[in-house]
C-alpha cells in the first residue's frame, strides 16, 4: 500500500464546476504540500500546510491531521487549471528530501 | 518570488552520448538541490541530493557512475547521464528548498534513440 494516496485519479469536469481533490497519508506527517504540475512538466508548489486550511485564490487547501488526510479545492473551475495535482507529505521516513509523493491526480476542464 | 531554472527543456540525443542538465537556483542560494526522475503517470522518484561542495548522495539503485551530479556553486547543480541508452529516456526535473517552500525547475525531457 502506498503510504500517500490520491484519489480520484483522473478527473474530467466542466468549467464553473467546484473540483476536489483528495490526499490520504498513512504516517506521521510534519507538513503536506500540494503541487501543480503542467502539461510541459514543470511543478509549481500551491501550498505547505501543516495545520487547519489555507486559501489562495480559487484554491482552498485542507488538512486533518488526526485523520491523516487533506483536500484540494478549485472553485469556479477554469480550462486553465487543467493539470496534474500532486500531494506530497514530509515525514520522517521520506527519502533524503524528506518527501513521499503520491501519484497525481490528472485534472481536465472542459470549456 | 524565488525560481528554478533548468535546461534544456528538452534533448534528444545518441546512445552512446552524455548528455548534461543545468539546474540553477536565481535569486536564493541552496546548498542542497534534488533530482528526480518521473516517468509518465508516475510519482516523481528522487534519484539523488545534490550538496554543495561536497559529493552527491544517491538513492538505492541510482548508479552513480551513470548519473553523474556536480553542484560547484550555492547556485548551479549539473546532472550529467552518461552513456545514454533508451531505457534513460525519461522526464528528469530538480527542485531546491527556501526554507520551508520547495521550488521545482520546469524539468527535461530526455530521448535517447
Known amino acids: 500500500k502506498n503510504e500517500v494516496e490520491q484519489s480520484p485519479q483522473n478527473l474530467t469536469a466542466q468549467e464553473g464546476e467546484f473540483i476536489t481533490i483528495n490526499c490520504s497519508y498513512s504516517?506521521?506527517?510534519?507538513?503536506l504540500h500540494w503541487l501543480q504540475q503542467h502539461p510541459g512538466g514543470g511543478i509549481v508548489s500551491l501550498f505547505m500546510?501543516?495545520?487547519g486550511k489555507k486559501k489562495h485564490g480559487r484554491l482552498i487547501a485542507t488538512i486533518n491531521i488526526q485523520e491523516k488526510h487533506s483536500s484540494l479545492h478549485i472553485t469556479a473551475s477554469h480550462p486553465r487549471d487543467s493539470a496534474v495535482y500532486i500531494c506530497a507529505v514530509r515525514s520522517p521516513r521520506g527519502g533524503a528530501d524528506g518527501l513521499t509523493f503520491g501519484k497525481g491526480t490528472h485534472l481536465i476542464i472542459q470549456p | 518570488g524565488a525560481v528554478v531554472s533548468q535546461h534544456p527543456s528538452w534533448v534528444i540525443c545518441k546512445s552512446g552520448t552524455s548528455v548534461k542538465i543545468e539546474c540553477r537556483s536565481l535569486?536564493?542560494?541552496?546548498?542542497?538541490m534534488f533530482w528526480y526522475r518521473q516517468f509518465p503517470k508516475q510519482s516523481l522518484m528522487l534519484m539523488a541530493t545534490?550538496?554543495?561542495?561536497?559529493?552527491?548522495?544517491?538513492e538505492q539503485g541510482v548508479e552513480k557512475d551513470k548519473f553523474l551530479i556536480n553542484h560547484a556553486s550555492l547556485t548551479l547543480s549539473t546532472l550529467t547521464v552518461t552513456s545514454a541508452h533508451p531505457e534513460d529516456s525519461s522526464f528528469y526535473i530538480c527542485s531546491a528548498r527556501d526554507y520551508e517552500k520547495l521550488f521545482f525547475g520546469s524539468g527535461t525531457q530526455l530521448s535517447v534513440l
Open positions: 504516517v506521521g506527517i510534519s507538513a
Open positions: 545534490s550538496n554543495e561542495g561536497s559529493k552527491a548522495t544517491y
Open positions: 500546510l501543516s495545520s
Open positions: 535569486d536564493f542560494q541552496a546548498t542542497t
